[in-house]
């Protein structure tokens, strides 16, 4: 697959929206909708046509309510944004919902339904089927009000900062201060930063509590017993069930919190120290600095292009295209909500990358992984249906984290000194290691919240401090009890789109495969990668997998095997210390 010198396609041409509708105005979105449902359509050909059409509809929707969602993320401060993000949430969204049911029903009517090309259309019509299944013109009214509610979590978060000698910061330029070699220090930013999330835990909790029992109620409303499984079916998980989920945290559990706690007690001999602190985490030894690759946004990007250049040409160019574009968002600033994203725009075919950089080793990554997701997205951009380029998280994540492992070779652009490129290599498999115990327990976690939607907040911290327990050998929480039982509340996750976590977990075993791959033959690879994100999701997730040269595996036995290879690497890599 030669993309190097590809041209990268920008703004599809409409062929049926008119260029200047106003998308956010019912009066001129309803005739649009309404010719869609009208249409007589007499023939395979014209069915075929009238999908093209109803995609256009969905990709301009879906970029115009993106650009709300980014600038309203940008500036939680202006009220005008998230007026705008609200308004079309509230009133064009629920509307454009009850017309889609209708559409759906359309389709599975149309005596030429059964007449389309089995093979193209199988994974896009499995998921029409479920959704039209589930769909309830009750729910309408809630999943919008879920829609802004959620939003809260990230203003309140974007409102978070503390006073450190004489200067206000932000909770990410806060924890860069949790590396400093001297303890003391760190425990002081560390208990500023504790005191200020614990200001808004009860409010925090009692959002949850509010989208806990919408979300029970819209699962209720569609004939399911609790929202767990409710989500289950509405995120379309086809190819894996809930014992497999359970069967995963079993596995974690079993095969890889013993490599964290070897981790755990090397971080502890690095140190001096006989037990980790929650402030020691991120520390470095005396005398050595925190790593550093990049000294601005600007060098940040500059650096990530020519790193991406260096894996495969056809990356750079993706991430370059979106600068020139001014598609990116990338320091933490005031005011500006937590977190990364890439947000697809289905429409103009460039991406939005979203981050919030401070200058760490973590922020070189989220940018890394940020541009798997947004390589994804040129790559997908000319298949023919929105729903095509729509991929489930699960491959979308593989997408995204197996990006962060092939670039490892290359991060000698961000670091000249070996040994810190040694230990940015050492701190990137840790933290996936680590990562695979947060996301088992995140999303056990959220199964036990939704199988108990009357639980009170009480019964939710302890239950939350009872599966910790797995962790009991490698952080010690005993100074911080309190906060120690609301640690969930960092996850946006749980606020904002709930059960999507495992799918983080499951990618991040194909990436680890992918990368295994990449250490034996890097082009094969490479090309197999490139080959299986071509497909969005026109293919099952299984077959996306093995289009990319791995399996989709989460057996006890593939994460035994594939912790094994990351221990090894590990000790290759402390062995060039």
């Known amino acids: 697959m030669n993309m190097e010198t590809e041209t990268l396609e920008i703004k599809s041409e409409r062929h049926y929206l008119p260029e200047q509708i106003n998308l956010a105005d019912w009066k001129e979105l309803l005739p649009i909708l309404t010719e869609l449902k009208q249409r007589n359509i007499d023939s395979v050909a014209q069915l075929e046509q009238w999908l093209l059409d109803r995609s256009e509809l969905d990709a301009a ?54 007449k389309l090309n089995t093979e193209k259309y199988f994974v896009f019509l499995r998921s029409l089927k479920k959704e039209a299944q589930m769909f309830r013109e009750v729910n309408v009214a809630i999943k919008a009000k879920l829609a ?24 990410q330029k806060a924890s860069m201060l949790l590396k400093d070699s001297d303890r003391n220090e760190r425990k002081v930013v560390f208990d500023k930063i504790i005191a200020k999330r614990m200001e808004v835990a009860t409010q925090q909790d009692e959002l949850l509590n509010e989208l806990i029992a919408m979300r029970h109620q819209m699962a209720i409303n569609a004939g399911y017993s609790n929202y767990r499984d409710f989500c289950f079916d509405e995120l379309g998980r086809f190819d894996y069930t809930i014992a497999d989920c359970e069967a995963f945290h079993k596995s974690v559990n079993e095969f890889v919190v013993p490599v964290v706690v070897e981790i755990n007690n090397a971080k502890k001999a690095k140190l001096g120290l006989d037990n980790i ?20 946004g600007a060098e940040m990007l500059d650096k990530s292009i020519t790193c991406l250049n260096r894996t495969d040409p056809y990356f750079g160019h ?65 298949l023919e249906l929105t729903n095509f380029k729509s991929t489930p998280s699960e491959v979308a994540e593989l997408a995204s984290m197996s990006m962060e492992l092939i670039t490892m070779e290359n991060w000698d652009v961000f670091y000249e000194n070996p040994t810190d490129l040694n230990r940015a290599k050492i701190e990137q498999l840790e933290k996936i290691v680590t990562g695979l115990v947060w996301i088992a327990v995140i999303d056990k976690f959220q199964h036990w919240l939704y199988l108990n939607p009357s639980h009170t907040v ?45 799918e983080y977990g499951f990618a991040q075993l194909g990436a680890l495969a992918v990368w295994q791959n990449s250490r034996t033959n890097s082009v094969k690879a490479i090309e197999s990668y490139k080959k299986a994100l071509t497909l969005g999701y026109t293919k099952t997730i299984p077959q996306i997998y093995e289009a990319a040269g ?20 590990l000790s290759f890599l402390r062995g060039k210390q």
């Open 458 to 502: 009480a019964e939710r911290n302890t239950y939350w401090l009872e599966i910790n327990q797995i962790t009991k050998d490698i952080v010690d929480w005993s100074d911080y009890p309190e906060y120690n039982a609301t640690r969930w509340q960092n996850q946006l996750h749980i606020y904002e789109v709930p059960f999507y976590y495992i």
């Open 277 to 296: 602190k929650p402030y020691d985490n991120e520390a470095e030894p005396i005398g050595q600095k925190a790593l550093s690759p990049f000294t601005s």
């Open 148 to 171: 802004t509610e959620s939003q809260k979590y990230g203003t309140i978060q974007a409102a978070l900062e503390i006073e450190h000698k004489g200067k206000k910061m932000t909770m």
């Open 318 to 382: 993706c991430i370059a295209t979106m600068q020139e574009m001014g598609h990116l968002s990338l320091d933490s600033q005031p005011g500006k909500a937590p977190g990364g994203f890439n947000y697809p725009l289905y429409e103009t075919g460039v991406p939005f990358i979203y981050t919030n950089n401070v200058g760490s080793q973590r922020d070189l990554v989220t940018f890394v992984h940020e541009a798997g997701h947004a390589v994804h997205s040129f790559l997908t951009h000319k």
């Open 550 to 569: 791995v399996k989709f595996d989460f057996s006890g036995e593939n994460i035994q095997k594939l912790m094994k290879v990351v221990k090894e690497e």
């Open 61 to 114: 929707l879906e970029e115009n309510l993106a650009w709300k969602y980014i600038k309203m993320n940008i500036d939680t401060r202006d009220a005008a944004l998230a007026e705008a993000f609200n308004q079309f949430i509230n009133d064009i969204s629920p509307k454009v919902d009850v017309y889609s049911n209708d559409l759906n029903q359309k389709l599975l009517s149309s005596p030429y339904f059964d």
